[in-house]
């Protein structure tokens, strides 16, 4: 009898700064599935989302460990992750209305901004010798505000 090889959680809970506004001020939630053993051929999958006041990241990851019809055993990794955050965390405080004035910014944005960032990468290795593994691998990144 195999055991099972995949699994998926779920949580939730408040945020340290939960000082923002809306329905639900601070809650942040997640949800995460993983398998060890896709389609029956070692493969790992990894999915991980994660939802907040003014923040969120997804994250999706896909591991070979032994590419089809390859003698020298060589794995690739497939990974792309999206964030969207407040840049509160950065800049902190908002300008008021009054000249000189600074005030708590309790949107948890810093004037609106949301810094975001996408990126993509894949990563190929392969054993050289005794202790000697090889790796390749390109990373793609877009980052905006």
């Not at 004035?101 to 949301?114: C, K, L, S």
């Amino acid at each position: 009898v195999e055991r099972k090889t995949g699994g998926l959680g779920a949580g939730t809970g408040i945020s340290a700064a939960g000082r923002s506004t809306g329905n639900m001020p601070g809650f942040v939630g997640n949800f995460t599935y993983s398998e060890r053993n896709l389609f029956g051929l070692n493969q790992k999958l990894s999915a991980l989302v994660e939802l907040g006041q003014s923040d969120s990241l997804f994250r999706l990851q896909w591991v070979d460990p032994w590419l089809i019809g390859d003698p020298d055993r060589t794995s690739r990794t497939v990974s792309i992750m999206n964030t969207r955050t407040s840049a509160a965390a950065i800049h902190g405080k908002a300008l008021d209305s009054e000249p000189g004035g600074v005030q708590d910014n309790p949107a948890g944005a810093a004037n609106g901004v949301t810094l975001g960032r996408l990126v993509a990468g894949a990563e190929w290795r392969r054993p050289l010798a005794a202790n000697w593994s090889g790796i390749a691998g390109i990373t793609w990144q877009r980052s905006t505000c």
